[in-house]
């Protein structure tokens, strides 16, 4: 009896694991929600044969009959095999899918208030180019060029807000936005954030010495106005921020021209765009 004994006890320490096992399966069945609701129906199959060799358990621990334990022992045994390979296939078969992006309307208007924005080029200009951008973001980088090709084209016809999107990932975005903001100060935001974009936003003391420097900024001002007015450039930032999501923004760059997103990456195609634009205005 003893050794029999002995083997219950295993069996519950076996026990004790599955049914970690099975909880930590049932906290991720409800972090993920809906889109695994068959593995949960699996979890609460499991979840009733374990209830139920718990009281095989409690019957066998009072039952003194000798002749009927190895009969349980085996029953139990093999209950214990078929949840392993339930909990086995549930963990591995599940697979949440990632959820699909909404579709883009580009068809669609979205008001996307200048607010305290620096707008670059003629501010009565009838074409408006926004472009949400993260300083530190090297498609930023690589697709300003579009940018600075339409100012140079329609000097007259383009002005350019940009709006901040300092991503979370991205740890000298915001510090770099609001360097460009304090160069605003002085006259020199467009310079400032070319010069950024250029450098992968590093704002390193050296290196804003060398930027205060090759664009003629105070750089004692500057810095004044970097530090003592932080407050104020993050709100503006949040300002831009909370345009992000009423604008279905969902990345940097995201460009949009007289309130409707573009997905023109060329000077070819943004051209064509903008002489749409004027055309219809006659």
């Not at 399966?25 to 060799?53: C, D, H, M």
Request: glycine letters at 6%; one cysteine or more; hydrophobic letters at 40%.
């Amino acid at each position: 009896m003893e050794s029999k004994n002995n083997a219950i006890v295993i069996l519950l320490v076996v026990l004790i694991g599955i049914f970690s096992g099975v909880g930590l399966l049932i906290g991720i069945g409800n972090s993920v929600g809906v889109a695994v609701s068959p593995l949960n129906a699996k979890i609460s199959e499991i979840a009733i044969r374990q209830r139920y060799i718990e009281e095989k358990l409690a019957s066998l621990n009072n039952n003194n009959n000798a002749t009927n334990i190895d009969k349980r022992l085996a029953d139990l045994q093999s209950q214990l095999t078929q949840m392993d390979q339930k909990i086995g296939t549930a963990a591995a078969g599940q697979q949440v899918p990632p959820p699909a992006p909404p579709s883009e309307d580009y068809n669609k208007v979205y008001t996307i208030n200048p607010g305290n924005s620096v707008i670059i080029g003629n501010k009565n200009a009838p074409v408006t180019l926004v472009e949400f951008s993260d300083f530190q973001c090297p498609f930023c980088a690589r697709f300003y060029a579009l940018v600075k090709g339409a100012l140079a084209a329609y000097p007259d016809k383009v002005r350019v807000i940009i709006k901040n999107f300092p991503l979370p990932f991205h740890p000298n975005a915001r510090p770099a936005a609001k360097l460009a903001l304090a160069a605003n100060e002085q006259g020199k935001y467009r310079q400032m954030m070319e010069t950024l974009l250029e450098n992968g936003a590093d704002v390193s003391d050296a290196k804003i010495k060398e930027y205060a420097q090759k664009l003629g900024l105070n750089y004692n001002k500057l810095m004044a106005d970097y530090k003592n007015k932080d407050a104020q450039w993050e709100k503006q930032i949040q300002d831009d921020m909370q345009l992000v999501q009423s604008s279905d923004v969902r990345g940097t760059p995201t460009f949009f021209l007289n309130g409707h997103k573009t997905q023109a990456r060329d000077d070819s195609s943004l051209k064509k765009e903008i002489d749409r634009i004027l055309a219809n205005r006659g």
